[in-house]
């Protein structure tokens, strides 16, 4: 037995360290996305502050001479911001945008709204009207900033077009993203973030994850914490480590992305869907990847693109059928549960009766341990530890049986009484019978007062038997009922009418009928006092009388 011990007290050393182990970098990840619970929850508040900026900028344009140069501006704003916000508006601004610079003759104005207007269009899915649009734009006339936005454009929209075909067709547009990828990587700063990114992504395509992971984090700290630009650096990092098949780094950056993007009111996020879609093939957050994806898809339609519509639509089901096959492998492992403890609580009972059988063999053995222990004093010294327990429960015993002495006591008392005004009632009667007295023994026998008189003294060895047992039972019978309800404590150990019915119910007894013949009331005032008593109870729809039942347990 002590070496079953022993071997379980080392499986849980064992069990503890592993999940000591792996404790540290499972609190990261949890804690991110409970973060991203919590913004989820908050998502209305960005939303709104997102729209009162929008408001603020077209509350400007209803200024009737407000410069046409001043107009443009605001609507090149408003394209930028509906950008990743709502597509068509940002379609719309940026048309705005463009017929402004073209009713100025602002030749730069006029290829930023083109570029801008390209990349409205690449997000709503019209590939074609993109290509056309950059195609109409002279890369000779652009100055650096447009160039960069030029080839950032057209780096979008091949990404978009190979995201649509869904791996057909994609060897010519791969090589066309790609070489407008290192054509901006040649005339980027490389102190930029265009530069970072780019040249960051570009390196995990072509397999060097160092490079890309010392790029990607040497600049990662300058970029401002819930922007796009931290959801776009941190999704980069999120498919970098994903290629170094590190999966805790890679879920948790793609986490600290979909913060970004819900706080900066990006309506375009990707990172939610794609950590959905993690989550779902990880198998450990069902849950959370069927919440992930159903908020990706109210996001996809306030955007309102085709192409993340698409994409959103076509994990849903699959995330959906998921969840619910989980949540019916969690009832099934509840059953499972539900049956085991049911099974366990049976042992348990069975090992309960065990024990205080053995403990009442226990009580039997003490006479027979004592005439040992005079035997055995050289032993004294090891054994006073186990000396002390015996004493203590001795003590305990010795107590109950001193309430029970004290029971059959009160009981020997009342009967011997009894019998002596028995005695005493039978010579009166039958001095009366030889003297001819009927009258008087009638009158005798047809007293009310001495009956009430008993049964007062009834009641008072009832009662006062009754609380040396159970000398708490008022004050634990009190808890069962509303505060404006209970009882006063009684210092003379008596009980009135209602708590001597349960007094009787807590002995077991629960026939009205027999309660009544003891009380010597009617079964219907029983009756009412136990209904009584009941709708003064804290909760109403419990058994109040099994909970009397097992008042006072502690008493012996």
């Not at 049911?342 to 009580?363: P, R």
């Not at 049986?401 to 009667?429: M, P, R």
């Amino acid at each position: 037995m002590g070496r079953d011990v022993l071997m379980k007290f080392m499986s849980l050393i064992v069990c503890s360290l592993l999940v000591a182990t792996s404790l540290p970098a499972q609190t990261r990840l949890d804690s991110l996305l409970n973060e991203l619970d919590n913004v989820i929850v908050k998502e209305k508040e960005y939303t709104v502050r997102k729209e009162n900026y929008l408001d603020n900028l077209k509350e400007q344009l209803r200024n009737q001479n407000l410069p046409k140069e001043s107009q443009y501006s605001i609507f090149q704003s408003l394209a930028h911001e509906y950008e990743t916000f709502i597509c068509d508006s940002a379609i719309a601004y940026a048309t705005r945008a463009l017929d402004m610079a073209i009713n100025l003759q602002n030749a730069g104005w006029v290829n930023d709204s083109k570029i801008q207007l390209a990349r409205g269009e690449a997000k709503a899915g019209m590939f074609s009207k993109t290509i056309d649009i950059l195609n109409s734009i002279s890369r000779e006339d652009l100055k650096h900033h447009q160039l960069i936005d030029y080839y950032k454009t057209y780096i979008d929209v091949y990404i978009y077009m190979i995201e649509y075909n869904d791996g057909y067709d994609l060897a010519d547009l791969i090589v066309k993203k790609e070489i407008c990828q290192d054509s901006l990587i040649q005339i980027a700063d490389t102190a930029t973030f265009e530069y970072a990114t780019r040249y960051g992504f570009r390196c995990i395509e072509t397999g060097e994850l160092a490079t890309a992971e010392r790029i990607l984090l040497s600049y990662y700290p300058k970029v401002k914490q819930d922007t796009k630009e931290c959801a776009e650096i941190t999704s980069i990092l999120s498919f970098l480590y994903e290629r170094m098949e590190n999966k805790e780094k890679a879920k948790e950056y793609l986490a600290i992305s979909a913060i970004s993007d819900i706080r900066a009111s990006v309506k375009e996020n990707i990172s939610l869907r794609a950590l959905a879609f993690v989550l779902f093939n990880s198998d450990v957050d069902i849950n959370r990847a069927n919440q992930y994806i159903k908020k990706s898809l109210d996001d996809a339609n306030f955007y309102n693109a085709r192409l993340r519509n698409i994409q959103t639509a076509k994990m849903l089901p699959i995330i959906d059928k998921a969840y619910q096959l989980d949540r019916e492998r969690q009832r099934d492992r509840l059953r499972i549960l539900l049956a085991t403890v049911s099974v366990l609580s049976i042992i348990l009972l069975v090992v309960i009766l065990f024990v205080v059988k053995q403990m009442k063999k226990l009580a039997k053995a003490k006479k027979h341990i004592e005439e040992i222990n005079a035997r055995l004093n050289e032993l004294n010294v090891a054994l006073q530890d186990v000396n002390k327990q015996l004493k203590q429960m001795n003590l305990s015993l010795a107590e109950s049986n001193h309430i029970k002495e004290l029971f059959i006591s009160s009981f020997l008392e009342i009967c011997t009484e009894y019998i002596e005004k028995l005695d005493a009632f039978k010579g009166t009667v039958n001095r009366k019978v030889k003297a001819g007295q009927i009258t008087d023994i009638l009158k005798l026998t047809s007293k009310t007062e001495n009956s009430v008189l008993e049964l007062k003294e009834l009641y008072a060895n009832f009662d006062n038997a009754f609380l040396n047992i159970y000398p708490s039972f008022v004050e634990e019978f009190n808890r069962l009922l509303r505060p404006e309800e209970r009882y006063p404590a009684i210092g003379d150990k008596s009980l009135n009418q209602e708590l001597r019915v349960f007094a009787l119910i807590k002995l077991g007894v629960k026939d009205i009928n027999k309660i009544a013949v003891f009380l010597h009331y009617t079964p219907r005032t029983v009756y009412n006092y136990r209904s009584k008593i009941k709708s003064k109870a804290l909760n109403m729809d419990e058994d109040f009388e099994e909970k009397v039942k097992r008042l006072c347990q502690d008493s012996f």
